[in-house]
């Protein structure tokens, strides 16, 4: 399985992007696909995530600029981002939660850069 992540860049504050991750290989169906994303010298954080039944969560620090949503049938995930801050700046890499035979196995994708100046 390989996840595609891309849209990234450079934007200006209060900017927004679309990213898109498409996830394709032995896919039965996918539960949980989510974004993380990974500041230099900080640690990787969850961004927003999607379960199979459309039920999402979202980072406190960007709820209410993102929306996080997939298309099943693509096996895609995007993040639509608004009000971009330079706080927002890091590489996002997003995730998926495979099935193919009778259990699950979380794939990375190889994470897509954006920036956000001020």
């Known amino acids: 399985v390989q996840l595609q992540a891309s849209g990234g860049g450079l934007v200006q504050l209060g900017g927004s992007l679309r990213l898109s991750c498409a996830a394709s290989?032995?896919?039965?169906?996918?539960?949980?696909m989510g974004w993380y994303r990974q500041a230099p010298g900080k640690q990787r954080e969850l961004v927003a995530s999607i379960t199979s039944g459309g039920s999402t969560n979202y980072a406190d620090s960007v709820k209410g600029r993102s929306t996080i949503s997939r298309d099943y049938a693509k096996n895609t995930v995007y993040l639509q981002m608004d009000s971009l801050k330079p706080e927002d700046t890091a590489v996002y890499y997003c995730?998926?939660?495979?099935?193919?035979?009778?259990?699950?196995?979380?794939?990375w994708g190889q994470g897509t850069q954006v920036t956000v100046s001020s």
């Open positions: 290989g032995r896919i039965r169906s996918i539960n949980t």
């Open positions: 995730n998926a939660d495979v099935v193919y035979t009778f259990t699950s196995t979380l794939y």
